[in-house]
């Protein structure tokens, strides 16, 4: 009896894995996942998932002239303004890493992000100290005041809020939550360049991933081995500009006003979190390599680097990460 059960649970069929993808954030997202049920369908999904997304976006898209996040930032100064619940969890995980990284991740950089040239008026010409000055005074997010009990959000001078390094992250949150929702355990969402795995691969077993090098001339990739988890990296080698031999990256040092100009090339951060690994990535390349790997050793955070040297790309990762990576055969 017991092994006529086991035998009838080894022949039911699986459902087929489906596989979705679009443009969404500026970007495009890529999602395979294993058919929830029956009256799910790729065109369907697809439909349902544009929706989701356009929703996110009305929320947290500074493109969008009405959308929540642009109505908080033409807020008046001094008071308290409510929010929907799901913008106040994004700036509260954004704070939260802002702390954690002393001030690397900053919200409130767009001044400086503008300034530089890689806002939404492109230019490569370099600012001044007394622009810089200038514009180091617009930032801060630690000007702004989140009230837990009414989910409200008290800006206390003029802040222009940027969520374009967590919202991908957060966004890949959004769709595996709703994934999950539907009943599927097996899944890769992926936008952006930022992701969430969970269960088994079309292949039947975890899902692997590789980073990328940047170094395009030598590709090849380090292939690492997932449970459940997100994955976010952050490079500068792919946005940046060049000036007397200096290179530019669009990712702003809020304590100093300039971009980083250190030689950490590409940092990969693990985390259950889409939305905290992405925010962290981000405020890891800003804090360079070695402080990465006190901070990541201190609060276990599996993170991989690149670093640029004089011998070529070097890599290091944290303790934590060591069990994510492939053995090497
Ligand atoms: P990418 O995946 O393109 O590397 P990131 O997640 O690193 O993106 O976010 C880059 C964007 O974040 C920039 O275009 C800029 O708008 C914003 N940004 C730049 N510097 C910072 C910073 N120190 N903290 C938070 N956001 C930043
Ligand atoms: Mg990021």
């Known amino acids: 009896m017991l092994l006529l059960l086991f035998l009838a649970a080894c022949s039911a069929k699986q459902p087929p894995f489906l596989q979705i993808s679009g ?14 049920s029956d009256e799910w369908t790729e065109k369907t999904l697809k439909e349902a998932l544009d929706l989701r997304l356009q929703a996110f976006n009305q ?14 930032n033409s807020a008046p100064i001094g008071e308290g303004h ?17 702390w954690l990284s002393n001030g690397a991740f900053d919200i409130t950089v767009a001044p400086l992000v503008d300034l530089w040239g890689f806002g939404p008026v492109r230019h490569e010409v370099k600012p001044d100290d007394k622009a810089v000055a200038a514009a180091l005074e617009q930032v801060g997010f630690d000007q702004i005041e989140l009230d837990l009990l009414d ?9 222009h809020i940027d969520l374009s390094a ?17 009943g599927t355990t097996d899944y ?39 449970g459940n988890i997100g994955v976010a990296t952050s490079g500068d080698y792919r946005n940046y500009f060049e000036e007397d031999g200096i290179r530019y990256s669009h990712t702003i040092d809020p304590n100093t006003g300039r971009p980083i100009t250190h030689n950490l090339a590409s940092v990969t951060v693990l985390d259950p979190s889409c939305a905290f690994a992405d925010a962290m990535a981000t405020a890891f390349l800003v804090m360079g390599g070695d402080k990465t790997m006190k901070l990541a050793e201190q609060l276990q955070i599996p993170v991989y680097l690149i670093e ?22």
């Not at 443009?23 to 929830?36: A, K």
């Not at 991908?168 to 539907?182: I, M, N, Q, R, T």
């Open 166 to 182: 967590i919202a991908k992250g957060y966004g890949v949150d959004v769709v595996a939550l709703w994934l999950e929702s539907l």
């Open 23 to 36: 443009s969404t954030m500026g970007t495009s997202y890529h999602i395979t996942l294993r058919q929830p």
């Open 308 to 329: 640029k040297s004089e011998a070529g790309f070097v890599r290091r990762y944290s303790s934590a990460f060591a069990s994510y990576l492939e053995q090497e055969k």
């Open 82 to 98: 409510a929010v929907m619940p799901m913008l106040f969890d994004i700036l509260l995980l954004a704070t939260e890493v802002s």
């Open 151 to 159: 989910k409200t959000v008290l800006k206390n001078r003029k802040l």
């Open 188 to 226: 890769l969402v992926e936008i952006g360049g930022e992701m969430r795995v969970a269960g088994l691969s079309p292949r039947g077993d975890q899902w692997r991933i590789g980073v990328e090098n940047p170094d395009v001339s030598n590709p090849e990739t380090v292939p690492i081995r997932l």
């Open 59 to 72: 929320l947290a898209s500074t493109y969008i002239p009405d959308s929540e996040l642009n109505r908080l």
